[in-house]
């Protein structure tokens, strides 16, 4: 009678157990917005996944490593027969195609103070609390193209391509792996859309459309501009005309003169 009771809790554990099985996750999409994108795809740090597993005398931080669905590898290992971490890069493993490649390093987010939905509204809190919550893969465009770059390359991921994560414990002053997350489900970066395909707002418009809507514009405009310059006309005061002077003869002002002094001998 034990043996089916045995077995049962047994199974029971077993599925718990499977149950906790952590794998790398998308982005919360209140978080992460247009997630993924073409170049990029944004990820859950793995929050309280390795606190159980760290002591406080170690010190440790979390690698994260990308590998195209296509490699062909369904359970490729991530580190070496001394549990040394692989330091393959993007261009060793031409982008994730034939192998993972480790795209970032950063501290083991902490397990206590996870960070809160509600500050993302805030813009002053906003930017520290994606940067605590998410990791975005496929970030910076540069790196590829800098010679004095040091630091571990993650450059933008390839468009309409399905990539694989996993995310690595490890101690940071002895360089070993400590435990590590399961490979994540496929998670595939957009595809461009097609010229033609784009929809434009309020509809999709034609070539025929376009060229009617620009003459129009055209139009609009000159008969904008006619009718402020006549409303500049109507309101700007005429100019007065200037009175005309007035000049007298002087053959007239002569004989008036002379016909005086005639006048006067006579009295």
């Known amino acids: 009678m034990r043996g089916p009771w045995i077995r049962l809790i047994f199974c029971c554990l077993w599925h718990l157990c499977a149950a906790q099985i952590q794998r790398p996750q998308i982005a919360n999409p209140r978080f992460a917005m247009n997630n993924p994108t073409l170049t990029t795809v944004a990820l859950e740090k793995p929050f309280c996944v390795f606190d159980g597993l760290m002591s406080k005398e170690a010190s440790y931080e979390v690698f994260l490593y990308v590998m195209a669905e296509s490699a062909g590898t369904s359970r490729p290992s991530v580190a070496d027969n001394s549990s040394k971490p692989l330091n393959a890069t993007f261009q060793e493993t031409g982008g994730g195609q034939s192998g993972p490649y480790k795209a970032a390093v950063f501290n083991v987010p902490n397990c206590a103070s996870p960070p809160k939905l509600s500050d993302v509204a805030d813009a002053t809190k906003a930017p520290a609390v994606l940067t605590q919550y ?97 409303t500049l006309l109507a309101v700007t005061p005429s100019e007065e005309i200037p009175t005309e002077t007035r000049y007298e003869s002087r053959t007239v002002q002569q004989t008036v003169a002379r016909v005086q002094e005639t006048s006067e001998l006579e009295h």
């Not at 390839?158 to 435990?179: E, I, N, P, W």
């Not at 998670?187 to 376009?210: E, F, H």
């Not at 003459?215 to 904008?224: D, G, H, N, Q, T």
């Open 134 to 230: 998410l990791i975005r893969v496929g970030d910076n465009a540069a790196c590829l193209y800098d010679p004095n770059f040091l630091d571990v390359c993650n450059p933008p991921l390839s468009q309409d391509t399905a990539y694989r994560f996993k995310y690595l414990l490890v101690d940071r002053t002895a360089g070993v792996m400590k435990d590590q997350t399961q490979w994540s489900h496929p998670i595939k970066t957009k595809r461009p859309k097609q010229s033609s395909a784009i929809d434009t707002w309020p509809g999709r418009r034609t070539g025929g459309m376009i060229v009617i809507t620009s003459i129009l514009s055209v139009l609009m405009s000159i008969l904008v501009a006619g009718f402020l310059a006549a």
